[in-house]
């Protein structure tokens, strides 16, 4: 599976980057991962305003595996952009590990996108004419490992969604379920803290679906990497053990998934793990 | 860091080879122009120089004091005609020693009189000045030690005085000395220093000393090197002996001086140097051009490339580690170009040099100062666009498409 799947080694022993890189996105002890408070969302001005999010309250711990759902247009990719540290809110706080997020410098941004984020795009946002495995290689690279280890982790992260021998082609020469596969691999290489995943199995059938359901889980499970997904599919949503329900622009409400779905799916034994039950 | 970008700059200019080779065109045009031009201007420069060479440069010219011209100091010896014959005798790589001394007159001839300078000297003149005579003959041997009235006049003498009529055998008054006419030397033309060549009239030393002058005194000696001999080597042989001859101490500075044609050789090399130089100046403004070029380019490219941009950010890419890939994209780009135009240069001016006949010299110097402007042209004029594109915000520069 995953290359540290097998080393058992943590993501934090094997995470690549300078100690000050690191010390720029560490934690403030006790609090929960992901924390937003009254985020707001508004494109647009006047009476052209597009309120995409109204007021979005919600905490993620450690651990945890969360599933959004809602109808089209709801907001879930905007919020999911808010968590990934690629737009800011129009209004409300965002705290990730306790640390101010709307206070930090761009380049405070982008260090923890690089260190404790893995993104996957709606649009799966693979660089064109570029091969699979140098897309994947990608955020390695600023992550400046040698460029053995490089491609040696790129390797094992596409032979864990199943594209070996795929390497060499660009996105043009791949299908589009084999491209989200790719951005996938892409958000997982770099071992992150949080994936997350905007419909990661929305171009993929059923069988494949639950192949990357499993694999996201196994993450979850064995390493304590957080996920949050968007899906539009109750079973991929069963995988979670929280599904948030947004409804224009507001979370309309919590759930645990529906544990006999989720079961028949898994073949696990509950399904759906507490917070916290990963290594962290 | 350096290392990954150039990794990414690679990879970026290998997926658009031709548009890259376009790209770099005006760099290559530009420094291969600065090159070519500097290449062939130096080999011209050479070419004058030889030409000089071997025109008179074998000409030395000795005179008394330290300075040439007017401002000789007026305390130094004159040489002798001993002087003369010692220079002849002991020095064997001279061709020819000619004395001279000069005298301003007016010549008169019936009713027309022009004013010349009348230079005593024998026929060793004739050799060390290249002169050769359009008609009549050369002194004889009696009338040099006699010192005869006779006289060799120039084409410009013999055009006032005589216009289009033979002067040979005739009678020109120089003050109260009546002066038979023996030869006509062969016109030069305007020389290069702006000084009529063939305004002179030419007697022997010795008729000059006694009978317009009244001493004996040589003011000035021409010497000819044998060709193939070395004239540095000559002028310290001659140095050396005149030292002796005037009795100048081995820690006393010269009284006389020895010239030869290498400073108005350098005079001239000068004006091509100039002329080089504004040759260069005018092809690197096609370096600018080719500069602009790039920049044109690399701001095209970010624009088309905005969407890239955004992932890089996304996964993590800071906003100078953007800046330096497309920087250095910029700077592999135009030192590449450099490097074509280096090659392009070369090829192009042997090509030129062989059939311009001008000698092909390589300046390693221009090479390496052009190869560093191309490097820096990329620096300069990707500037802009790198910032441009580390300056993109993440989420505008995903949607873009
Ligand atoms: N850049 C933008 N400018 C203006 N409006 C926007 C922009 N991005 C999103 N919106 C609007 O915000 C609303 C929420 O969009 P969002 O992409 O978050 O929906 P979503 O829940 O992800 O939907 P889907 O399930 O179809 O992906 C939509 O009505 C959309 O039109
Ligand atoms: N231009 C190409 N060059 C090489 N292989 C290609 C090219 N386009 C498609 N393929 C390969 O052909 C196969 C079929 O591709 P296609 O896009 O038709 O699949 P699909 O049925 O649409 O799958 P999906 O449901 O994932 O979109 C895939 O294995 C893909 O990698
Ligand atoms: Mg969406
Ligand atoms: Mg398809």
Redesign the interface.
């Known amino acids: 599976m995953h290359p540290e799947a097998t080393t058992g080694a943590g993501p934090a022993a094997q995470r690549a980057g300078t100690d000050a890189e690191h010390r720029a996105v560490a934690a403030a002890p006790g609090s929960p991962l992901i924390e937003l408070r009254g985020v707001t969302k508004v494109y647009g001005s006047g009476s052209a305003a597009m309120h995409a999010l109204r007021g979005i309250d919600l905490t993620i711990g450690a651990g945890e595996m969360v599933a959004v759902m809602g109808p089209s247009g709801s907001g879930k990719s905007t919020a999911m952009n808010i968590l990934g540290c690629l737009d800011t809110p129009s209004a409300g706080s965002y705290r990730f590990r306790g640390l101010d997020v709307d206070a930090m410098s761009r380049d405070q941004r982008a260090l923890l996108r690089r260190h404790a984020l893995g993104f996957v795009f709606q649009g799966f946002n693979l660089l064109a004419r570029t091969t699979a495995l140098e897309n994947v290689e990608l955020p390695l690279i600023y992550h400046r490992l040698p460029a053995a280890e490089r491609r040696g982790r790129a390797r094992a992260a596409l032979a864990a969604v199943g594209l070996t021998g795929w390497e060499q082609h660009t996105p043009a020469e791949l299908s589009g379920g084999q491209q989200q596969r790719v951005a996938i691999a892409r958000a997982l290489v770099t071992d992150p803290d949080v994936v997350l995943a905007d419909e990661p199995t929305g171009n993929l059938d059923s069988a494949r679906s639950r192949e990357i359901m499993d694999l996201l889980r196994a993450m979850n499970r064995e390493h304590g990497i957080t996920v949050v997904m968007i899906t539009h599919e109750p079973d991929m949503a069963a995988y979670a053990g929280r599904i948030v329900h947004f409804l224009d622009g507001l979370v309309a409400c919590e759930a645990a998934p529906v544990a006999d779905s989720a079961a028949a799916h898994a073949g696990a034994d509950t399904g759906a793990p507490a917070p916290g039950t990963g290594r962290r | 860091?350096l290392g990954?970008s150039l990794?990414?700059a690679i990879?970026e200019i290998r997926?658009n080879v031709l548009r890259s080779f376009l790209t770099i065109l005006g760099i290559v045009i530009g420094v291969a122009a600065v090159i070519v031009m500097v290449t062939l201007g130096q080999g011209a420069t050479a070419q004058v120089k030889t030409q000089i060479e071997s025109l008179g440069s074998n000409l030395l010219i000795v005179r008394p004091g330290q300075r040439m011209g007017p401002g000789m100091s007026a305390d130094a010896a004159r040489f002798t005609l001993a002087d003369v014959t010692a220079l002849r005798r002991e020095v064997p790589s001279l061709a020819a020693v000619a004395p001279g001394t000069s005298q301003s007159m007016t010549a008169i001839v019936g009713n027309e009189n022009w004013s010349t300078t009348v230079t005593g000297t024998d026929n060793a003149y004739l050799l060390a000045r290249n002169w050769t005579l359009a008609a009549g003959r050369a002194f004889k041997d009696g009338e040099l030690r006699a010192g005869k009235a006779v006289c060799i006049i120039g084409a410009t003498v013999r055009k006032e005085l005589f216009g289009a009529q033979n002067p040979i055998d005739q009678r020109v008054r120089l003050k109260n000395l009546s002066c038979e006419i023996v030869g006509l030397l062969q016109d030069k033309g305007q020389s290069s220093m702006g000084m009529d060549q063939d305004d002179l009239v030419l007697m022997p030393i010795r008729t000059v000393q006694r009978r317009i002058k009244g001493d004996q005194d040589v003011d000035v000696i021409y010497l000819s090197v044998r060709a193939g001999r070395s004239m540095d080597r000559t002028i310290a042989d001659v140095e050396r002996l005149l030292r002796e001859r005037r009795h100048i101490g081995p820690f006393d500075e010269d009284d006389f001086s020895v010239r030869d044609m290498r400073e108005i050789t350098n005079m001239l090399a000068g004006t091509t140097t100039v002329l080089t130089s504004l040759l260069g100046a005018v092809a690197s403004v096609s370096l600018l051009v080719g500069g602009i070029g790039i920049m044109n380019i690399m701001l095209v490219s970010v624009t088309e490339r905005t969407?890239?941009i955004?992932?890089?950010?996304?996964?993590?890419?800071?906003?100078?580690?953007v800046l330096l890939q497309f920087l250095v994209e910029a700077v592999v780009l135009s030192s590449f170009g450099g490097l074509l135009g280096i090659l392009l240069a070369l090829g192009t001016s042997l090509l030129l040099a062989g059939m311009l006949g001008v000698p092909f010299i390589l300046d390693g110097g221009i090479i390496a100062l052009a190869f560093l402007f191309s490097a820096a042209v990329g620096i300069v004029f990707g500037w802009v666009p790198a910032r441009r594109a580390a300056r993109l915000d993440?989420?505008e520069a995903?949607r873009h498409e």
Do not use: F
Request: avoid cysteine.
């Open positions: 860091m990954n990794l990414l990879r997926r969407r890239e955004g992932i890089r950010l996304a996964i993590g890419a800071r906003e100078d580690e993440p989420i995903l």
